[in-house]
């Protein structure tokens, strides 16, 4: 798949279908996140791969899906919930400032890489931090950025012309729906 196909394709899926990810893709994400530019090559990002199926029930109602979508929409029903997640961890101990920026390049690295192996994904910030850590017995130095959870996609969504409203919709189908500004709308200025 050649690159421009790949950013094109990238949409956030909500709902997948039960078949595992392997383990060496989800290694092959993070290492793709691993070599995203990172201010001063502080490189204070780490990660937490999820596979097992009784880890992943603990984590899933600390994650919050799809605010735009009505309530009975938003959340994944049983037997199409994610397969695995990646958290994304910040060591503060070596690094505490333009993590942000870090984090955002390291997360698309992660998303592109995703649809290359046909693994759909949504990045989630919305999400329990307090209750992750414990979970996961994660040491206070770590910020708690995001969750991405993983899966192969058993859902469909497509980008269409913005027209009024930047809200995402689903249709009778369950096809995603995802307004997108025209280019020639946010090319500011042309000097």
Same mark, same amino acid.
């Given at each position: 798949m050649e690159l421009e196909e790949i950013i094109f394709k990238r949409r956030t899926i909500r709902r997948f279908k039960q078949d595992p990810?392997?383990?060496? $893709? %989800?290694?092959?994400?993070?290492?793709?996140?691993?070599?995203?530019?990172?201010?001063? !090559?502080?490189? =204070?990002l780490e990660f937490i791969i999820i596979q097992k199926e009784d880890i992943r029930q603990k984590l899933f109602p600390l994650v919050n899906w799809a605010a735009l979508l009505p309530k009975d929409e938003r959340t994944p029903e049983k037997g199409r919930e994610p397969t695995a997640y990646i958290i994304v961890l910040v060591n503060t101990e070596i690094k505490r400032t333009y993590v942000d920026f870090d984090?955002?390049?390291?997360?698309?690295? $992660? %998303?592109?890489?995703a649809v290359q192996f046909g693994i759909?994904?949504?990045?989630?910030? !919305?999400?329990? =931090?307090?209750?992750?850590?414990?979970?996961?017995e994660i040491p206070d130095y770590?910020?708690?950025?995001?969750?991405?959870?993983?899966?192969?996609?058993?859902?469909?969504?497509?980008?269409e012309p913005y027209k009024d409203s930047f809200n995402y919709w689903k249709d009778e189908e369950g096809t995603i729906h995802v307004p997108k500004r025209d280019l020639n709308d946010i090319i500011f200025k042309i000097y």
């Open positions: 990810i392997p383990l060496d $893709i %989800l290694k092959k994400l993070i290492d793709f996140a691993r070599v995203a530019p990172m201010a001063t !090559n502080r490189q =204070a984090v955002g390049a390291a997360v698309e690295n $992660i %998303l592109l890489g759909g994904c949504c990045w989630m910030g !919305n999400i329990n =931090a307090k209750k992750i850590r414990e979970l996961f770590y910020d708690i950025k995001h969750v991405i959870s993983l899966g192969y996609p058993d859902e469909v969504a497509i980008i």
